[in-house]
Structures are given as C-alpha cells and as structure tokens.
C-alpha cells in the first residue's frame, strides 16, 4: 500500500518543495528589505538636502535683505549728491537760494551780496539776507541749504520773534566759497 520509495520521493519533492519556497522567501525579504533600506536611505539623504537647501534660502534671502538695504542707502547717497548745487556766479547762486527758499515757502525780504574776499586762499563772498517765517520753517530751510549748497555757511544768525504771530525775523550772513571757475560779479 504504502510504498516506502514513493513515500520518500515524495517526501524528497516536500522537502525541496519547502527549501525552494524558503529560498524565495529568503531572496524576497532580502529584495524587499533592500529596497525598503534604499528607500530610506534616500529619505534621510533628501532631508538632509531640504535641511541644507533652506540653510542656503535663508542665507540667500538674508543676503539678499541686506544688499536691497545696500543698494537703497547708495541710491539715497547718489541722489543727495546729484541735487547739490553749485553756482557758477552770484546771480545763478541768488536764483539758486531764493528758488531753495520758495520752495520751503520763505520768500527773502533782502538779498545783499558784499565784495568778494580772499579768506584762507578760498575767495569768498558774504551774502547777507533776511527771512521772516515760523522758526521750524527757517530751520528746515537752511538744513536743506547745508544739503544741497555745501559752499554756502552760515556765518552769523540774528532771530527778533514775534509772540503773537509765531514768526521770527531772521538776518542770516552767510559766505559763499566761490569756485574757482566761477565769476562772482555776474
């Protein structure tokens, strides 16, 4: 009935049967767990990399704030340096002044221009004028002056107020330092 070859061959063909499915299952799980840890492995790598690329974003855009504040604060120095004016003549000048003091709404009341004089090897030319308006006005008027005409200084500075108009009359001497290009008797 039983036949003791047939038995052992099929036993033979389980046994086989068995390590064959063993050694796929073996091969799978090593496929499978080599895949999983590749896997993995290119997880840790890519954050890793998003770790060092937002470093690099925050750093550029670090950067970056500081060269827009860079370049801005040049701009503002080109810009200052581009409205500075310097006559040429005494006329240019005066129209230089009175146009700077409209525009603060001062209108000069005098305008008076002395000989030119040689001060330090710098010619020179005293200028005295009169302007009567509130002393904010006058203040913001001649900073601007300061600004924009570095060859004008103030000198002397008389102010009579006024305390029921808030006004103040102000008598300004001022000296030109003239280029040495310019014609100050024009």
Known sequence: MNNPLKSASLIQLHLTGASLATLILAISGYVIYTS?????TDFES???????????LSSTQSERGRLINQISNLESFVQER???????????LAVQLVGLAESHGLELEQFEPSEPSQTNENPTQAISIQV???FTTIQTWLDELHNKMPDIHVETLSI????????????????????SDADPKQ
Do not use: F
């Open 36 to 40: 999983w840890e590749a896997q993995r």
């Open 46 to 56: 890519t954050k890793l990399e998003l770790t060092q690329v937002s470093d690099q």
């Open 82 to 92: 581009e409205s500075v004016i310097i006559a040429s003549s005494i006329n240019e």
């Open 132 to 134: 009567t308006a509130p």
């Open 160 to 179: 009579n107020s006024n305390v029921t108009s808030g006004m103040v009359s102000t008598n300004i001497r001022l000296n030109w330092y003239i280029p």
